[in-house]
């Protein structure tokens, strides 16, 4: 019995190996992963042919719309981005940099004095402060004071914006006799004249020697500019200008965004250059003094 059921086992094993040869071929797995092989790489070829087949339309349209949806949602992201950072830049103007240009070097106290010209203009929408130390004493800083104008000695300022604005405003560093006469009623020109006969300027409306110079402005902004002096116990001045104009409503855009930051950044360089001549010519007197 143990004899034949070997020699069955070995028929039904040698008739299997025939069956599979005769499936796959006599050599086996080589030949079976062989077929695989190619099997696979007609699959991709496939797939690569299909891929190079010209779209229909209705492919050409999703593709389309599949474009515009991503290019509308690029720029959406961006311009989300740019109005979060412009709105972070204006609230960070408007909170922190703005006080600071309306009120530049002035005191607490010094914005609340009331000061010559406030009566000019007694109902302003704007009000500035700023103020300066200056080591001098108020008699040396007011003929700086009374020559300015365009025609005289300018307004000893950023004289590259001046240039710029092609006003022929000049850049002077010296005080000249001539110019040390101003009254009520003249005019303080502040441009060339773009019309013939038409000067451009401010009016002085009030002159206190060596205390207080006010100037009245007709043209954009309506209202005042005031220049203040007083003597500091501990020695010096402090040179104060107050500025009390007339807005409308809509001019407030111009005004915030353009007029008061060109505005404070002429001004406090106008100070700081009254500043710097009044100590200057002070300091050379005192050196020619100390030679005789």
């Known amino acids: 019995m143990g004899r034949g059921r070997l020699r069955h086992r070995h028929a039904i094993g ?5 069956h599979h040869r005769a ?11 062989a077929r695989k092989e190619a099997h696979h790489g007609g699959v991709l070829r496939a797939h690569y042919e299909r891929a190079r087949r010209p ?27 740019g109005a ?9 103007y408007a909170l922190l940099l703005r006080p600071w240009l ?45 020559q300015m104008g365009q025609d005289r000695a300018g307004f000893y300022t950023h004289n590259w914006v001046e240039r710029l604005l092609r006003s022929s405003i000049p850049e002077v560093h010296d005080l000249h006799p001539e110019w040390q006469e101003l009254h009520v009623g003249d005019l303080m020109r502040t441009n060339r004249e773009l019309q013939p006969g038409h ?27 005031a220049f203040s002096l007083r003597p500091r116990a501990s020695g010096g001045s402090r040179l104060l200008v107050r500025d009390r104009a007339v807005w409308r409503w809509w001019q407030a855009p111009f005004r915030l965004f353009l007029f ?24 050379s007197q005192v050196n020619a003094n100390a030679k005789v």
């Open 199 to 225: 000067p451009l300027g401010w009016t002085v409306a009030r002159v206190e020697p060596r205390q207080a110079l006010v100037l009245l402005s007709r043209t954009l902004p309506v209202g005042t500019y």
């Open 23 to 33: 499936r796959h071929g006599a050599n086996g797995p080589a030949e079976l992963n």
């Open 102 to 146: 309306l009120r530049w070097g002035s005191t607490r106290a010094e914005r609340a004095l009331p000061v010559p010209g406030d009566d000019v203009v007694p109902t302003p929408t704007h009000v500035t402060t700023r103020a300066i130390t200056i080591a001098a004493p108020t008699d040396a800083i007011w003929p700086w004071l009374v």
């Open 14 to 18: 040698q008739t299997i190996g025939a």
């Open 55 to 81: 779209m229909t339309r209705r492919g050409q349209r999703t593709s389309r719309l599949v474009g515009s949806f991503l290019a509308v949602g690029a720029v959406g992201a961006v311009g989300a981005v």
């Open 84 to 92: 979060i950072g412009a709105i972070g830049i204006l609230t960070g």
């Open 260 to 283: 008061e930051p060109l505005h404070a950044y002429m001004q406090t360089g106008q100070l700081q250059g009254i500043k710097q001549r009044a100590e200057q010519h002070v300091q």
